[in-house]
């Protein structure tokens, strides 16, 4: 039962290289996002997913891109990555976004761009 | 909007003692409520929930009551151990429907032998 899987767990780029963070679930949920969390900050939404082929902007989307192409995967791109992006990386999923559905989150992606 | 406010940390603690961790909301509607813990190293995971008013919510040792009143959802435990010793998020939803959890800015615990 692996639930949500996020890779890679850690990764080192220079600025204004690319990236995509991988994030798989098995759970056939529904909605799917990405989190990054900062110290002091907490956790804050990039961008969500209610189903394939629906993706919408979270908080703070800029410089990142995602699609959702089939139900279990959700990638998130870095277009042009920037030092402000350096953070640790949670993909999550639940099987709605309504009321009582609690997140599964997976392990996080730690990036470092310098 | 909405919003999440828990005590500000870090929390040390010795094995055996009481934990309390503040959690207080602010949600139009009737959100559904969470707590989760993340140990070092690791992603966030659901400790336990409350979908409405006066519900306790339970799990390991933890318990949590849903308080309308007071707009509150405080997390205790009567005894920790040291394995408990990670950072605790406090997070609602709202029923209606949202895009996110909105969480609080978490609190480290720590419970020394």
């Known amino acids: 039962n692996a639930g949500v899987t996020q890779t890679p767990k850690f990764q080192v780029l220079k600025t204004g290289q690319s990236m995509t963070l991988q994030c798989a679930q098995d759970m056939n949920h529904e909605y799917m996002s990405w989190y990054r969390q900062d110290p002091g900050m907490g956790l804050r939404l990039i961008h969500y997913s209610v189903g394939a082929g629906i993706t919408d902007q979270g908080e703070v989307p800029n410089g990142y891109n995602v699609s959702r192409s089939t139900t279990e995967d959700f990638p998130l791109r870095l277009l042009s990555a920037a030092p402000s992006q350096t953070s640790v990386y949670f993909c999550?999923?639940?099987?709605?976004?309504?009321?009582?559905?609690?997140?599964?989150f997976g392990n996080g992606t730690r990036l470092t761009v310098t | 909007g909405d919003s999440v406010t828990q005590m500000e940390g870090p929390v040390t603690l010795s094995e055996e003692a009481f934990l309390t961790i503040n959690c207080t909301y602010t949600?139009?509607?009737?959100?559904?409520l969470f707590w989760y813990v993340q140990y070092p190293g690791e992603g966030l995971q659901l400790l336990l929930k409350a979908t409405k008013a006066d519900d306790k919510g339970s799990n390991k040792g933890f318990e949590a009551t849903y308080r309308k009143e007071t707009t509150s959802f405080h997390l205790e435990k009567g005894s920790v151990q040291v394995s408990d010793s990670a950072v605790y998020f406090c997070?609602?939803?709202?029923?209606?429907?949202?895009?996110?959890?909105?969480f609080g800015k978490g609190t480290k615990l720590t419970v020394n032998p």
């Open positions: 949600a139009t509607g009737y959100p559904s």
């Open positions: 999550a999923s639940s099987y709605s976004m309504y009321g009582d559905s609690p997140l599964h």
């Open positions: 997070a609602l939803r709202n029923q209606g429907g949202s895009e996110k959890l909105v």
